[in-house]
């Protein structure tokens, strides 16, 4: 059976309480002061990512506990410095190759033509970054988005789904899937230089 991608860890409010040793409202007064920085469900329920949790504790000079520092672990991207481009548009992925080779000459730059192959260079470089388009041979991107960020063995690389489909909802879609970033052809270099630069940093 396919494993279901992994969303990120939150915390509410009370989980917050509860790690910290105090009251539930404790925790909301934090929140409700800017102390803690926080954002709300359609439900109207705090929600805390790891990373601001994180932020509050350190300015407070308190340490991380186990629990959070497991979260933080698990969410992390991974830092390899391989790039990996997967695109059946051969003109296009060779585009999109020298432009990064060109900008970022620290980073190792791979290719894969169709899923297959993509699937191949994932399991044996472990590239922490991937530019992969949705429509290919083989196997589509949508199978391959949901497989490399829901499997540990892939160390959860920072993805950016690059396609041509109008289809309705296709964003929401492959950010379910686990996407990190969402593009649409024709592309722009730069724009994909930026979003490069800022995971390289």
Not at 166 to 173: N, Q
Request: aromatic share 8%.
């Amino acid at each position: 059976m396919a494993q279901k991608a992994k969303k990120k860890k939150v915390f509410s409010a009370l989980e917050v309480a509860n790690i910290c040793g105090v009251v539930n409202q404790t925790a909301i007064n934090w929140i409700n002061a800017g102390h803690l920085k926080a954002y709300t469900t359609p439900g109207g329920q705090f929600r805390v990512t790891p990373e601001d949790f994180a932020q509050f504790l350190k300015e407070r000079g308190s340490e991380i506990p186990s629990v959070l520092q497991e979260v933080l672990n698990e969410n992390k991207v991974n830092s390899n410095k391989t790039l990996l481009i997967v695109d059946d548009d051969k003109v296009l992925n060779s585009l999109i190759q020298k432009y990064l080779k060109k900008n970022f000459a620290e980073l190792k730059i791979i290719q894969a033509y169709d899923g297959f192959e993509a699937g191949a260079l994932m399991a044996n470089e472990k590239p922490g970054f991937v530019i992969l388009d949705l429509d290919l041979p083989g196997v589509d991107g949508f199978s391959l988005c949901k497989k490399i960020k829901s499997e540990a063995m892939f160390n959860n690389p920072y993805v950016v789904v690059v396609t041509a489909l109008k289809e309705p909802g296709l964003s929401e879609r492959v950010t379910e899937l686990g996407s990190n970033y969402f593009l649409t052809k024709p592309l722009s270099m730069e724009k994909i230089g930026a979003i490069v630069n800022q995971w390289a940093r």
